[in-house]
């Protein structure tokens, strides 16, 4: 399963073969035509000269009644988000009939781990599922993001950890929404990696944690999200052990694809050792910026290697996404209609519904 490492290819070779200069082009349109459910109904509108294009000899239409462009970028933009939104307004993420475990993992810092697990788990749970997030990272983004306290004063993972506490007893409330749970992690859990080192099932805490409470559960969870640090240690492997499934979030950047491999050999071994139920079951592309070559052609790459496990949705570059957190809030709750929270809705939709579509064809 493990691929060849993957690179990306500098920018320049990034040809626009296209043969229109980048100021010309519809950049918003690219990045939202992604949007799962609405591509569709969003037909970019590709503009492609002739090959005898001659500016000299074009009708004098001012390019804003151009009908191949569609309209402005900006407006092509309102109109795609507009129907995106209805699409979403519409839409039903059906529950999964068991509980699913996500973790949240890639070694790089500051990809989007954390805050997809907040904005995934804040739209599931808007739409009807009960969720929990365990943050696993000692830097405690997580807690912080869904107004849960975190200081080094409170139980969190790390005594669930190192001194098997139940993880009933850490399960707090978030200010998100009365559906969405969150474990806290403190700063404590940065000694942990080297404190579980000495432990009997060093790699199966979380995992015999998280199925106890489950089971005690009158009605468990639908999603538990594992907010997993920037590094491949024994936190991590606990998360791999206690998931069924992996959500790789990769930044459209490059650099992006290096490490990805180990992380794929990684997760082979867990499968082989620790959890034969783990898998790559889905990759989500962030950070997006549709006006560089250089974030498509990553996307391109992913998509290429990955077929089936990326998402259609793609989550743009938005500063709304990045002030959220600072709000103790979701970009869902903190800005509703921003294009950020928008394509997290979109991303949750997706994951609920590829689950509902593959079980169906299962039973059939
Ligand atoms: N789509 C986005 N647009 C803009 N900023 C983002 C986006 N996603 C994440 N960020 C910001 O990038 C930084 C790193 O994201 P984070 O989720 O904390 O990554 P990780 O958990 O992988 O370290 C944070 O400051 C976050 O607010
Ligand atoms: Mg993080």
Redesign the pocket.
């Given at each position: 399963m493990a691929p060849e490492p993957v690179e990306a290819e500098p920018v320049e070779d990034a040809a626009s073969t296209d043969g229109m200069a980048e100021a010309d082009r519809p950049i918003e349109a690219s990045a939202q035509d992604q949007g799962a459910g609405s591509s569709e109904s969003a037909d970019p509108v590709e503009y492609e000269p002739s090959a005898d294009a001659d500016i000299a000899t074009a009708p004098p239409v001012s390019r804003e009644t151009e009908p191949e462009y569609g309209g402005t970028p900006l407006a092509d933009q309102i109109a795609d988000e507009t129907r995106r939104r209805i699409a979403l307004e519409t839409a039903v993420l059906p529950l999964p009939v068991q509980t699913r475990v996500f973790t949240i993992s890639?070694q790089?810092?500051?990809?989007?781990?954390?805050?997809?697990a907040v904005n995934l788990a804040a739209a599931l749970a808007r739409s009807g599922a009960h969720v929990l997030v365990v943050d696993l990272?000692p830097q405690g983004?997580a807690s912080t993001a869904l107004g849960v306290d975190h200081r080094s004063d409170q139980q969190s993972v790390y005594e669930v950890l190192v001194a098997d506490l139940e993880l009933a007893a850490v399960v707090r409330p978030s200010t998100e929404h009365e559906r969405l749970d969150c474990v806290p992690a403190t700063i404590h859990l940065a000694g942990a990696e080297i404190e579980l080192v000495s432990l009997v099932a060093r790699e199966q805490r979380l995992r015999r944690a998280i199925d106890k409470h489950l089971a005690s559960m009158d009605r468990p969870y639908d999603y538990v999200f594992i907010?997993c640090p920037?590094s491949l240690g024994l936190l991590t492997i606990n998360a791999f052990v206690a998931a069924r499934e992996v959500l790789i979030?990769i930044q459209c950047e490059y650099y992006a694809l290096e490490g990805l491999s180990q992380l794929l050999s990684n997760i082979e071994l867990i499968e082989k050792h620790l959890n034969s139920e783990l898998r790559l079951s889905t990759i989500l592309l962030?950070?997006y910026d549709s006006r560089t070559n250089l974030a498509q052609q990553v996307a391109q790459e992913v998509r290429d290697h990955f077929p089936a496990q990326t998402l259609e949705t793609i989550?743009?570059?938005?500063?709304r996404?990045?002030e959220a957190?600072s709000y103790g809030q979701s970009v869902i709750s903190y800005d509703y209609s921003s294009s950020?929270s928008l394509s997290y809705r979109e991303a949750a939709a997706e994951i609920a519904q590829r689950a509902a579509a593959a079980a169906q064809k299962e039973g059939n």
């Open positions: 890639n790089k810092g500051g990809v989007g781990k954390t805050t997809t990272d983004n907010d920037p979030p962030t950070m989550i743009p570059r938005s500063v996404v990045s957190p950020g």
